[in-house]
């Protein structure tokens, strides 16, 4: 079993949709989260870091951490098509820089 | 451009030749990160260093991998007898005061 699981998707919405995403993991030390956009071909680009169990907002983009149940997601407010892309969700521990990513989820905004 | 600097973009070669990737990371960021990332998965961990330390490698990396990080500044990725299992996006990150890593563009690396 992956320490850190993610729904590969493909996921397919209407532009203006909220996109739901999440991620499940195992290990209980994980204390930061994070998640990155990837376009095709590119780096992966941090949208949103937070610390232990909490939500985060930040413009259309509101990440939440529930620790007791090893769970993350991030929502996407009024999707746009420029939102296509494979979203990761990535952890690590306080005494471990190394991240811990999911497999991705690709994400197609239809205009 | 301030960010994560690979190059080459991308590196076609034939099986049993050798390749180099070179980072040049964010000036500030003591730490560097190399991960490798195969298609429809997420990125996997690699190697990382403190200035020009090298503090781990994972079991991923082989003997035919060796990284060097000179004089703490830019770090080379080098894979001897490359091999088909090989290819992948090879990534570079580095970490940000708060602990968030900041990757770049990425190396993609075919073998024929």
């Known amino acids: 079993q992956k320490e850190v699981e993610q729904d590969p998707g493909p996921l397919s919405v209407p532009e203006g949709a909220i996109v739901s995403l999440n991620c499940t993991y195992s290990?209980?030390?994980?204390?930061?989260f994070m998640w990155y956009r990837q376009y095709s071909r590119k780096g992966p680009e941090l949208l949103m870091y937070?610390?232990?169990?909490g939500n985060k907002e930040d413009g259309r983009f509101t990440a939440q951490v529930d620790k007791s149940s090893k769970y993350i997601s991030l929502f996407i407010r009024d999707s746009q098509p420029s939102d296509s892309a494979t979203y990761l969700c990535?952890?690590?521990?306080?005494?471990?820089?190394?991240?811990?990513f999911g497999a991705g989820t690709t994400v197609t905004v239809r205009a | 451009d301030t960010g994560v600097s690979q190059n080459p973009r991308h590196k076609i070669t034939k099986r049993g030749q050798n390749v180099t990737f070179r980072c040049d990371p964010i000036s500030e960021h003591n730490r560097l990160y190399w991960y490798r990332q195969t298609l429809g998965q997420g990125p996997e961990f690699l190697t990382y260093?403190?200035?020009?330390?090298?503090?781990?490698k994972s079991r991923l990396l082989s003997d035919r991998f060796s990284a060097e990080r000179p004089k703490g500044s830019f770090s080379t990725l080098e894979i001897q007898r490359t091999e088909q299992g090989d290819s992948a996006m090879y990534l570079c990150a580095t970490q940000g005061s708060g602990g968030e890593l900041f990757f770049g563009e990425g190396s993609r690396l075919t073998v024929l």
């Open positions: 290990n209980s030390a994980f204390q930061y």
């Open positions: 260093f403190q200035n020009e330390a090298q503090l781990e």
């Open positions: 937070t610390y232990s169990s």
């Open positions: 990535a952890m690590r521990a306080s005494n471990d820089y190394k991240l811990s």
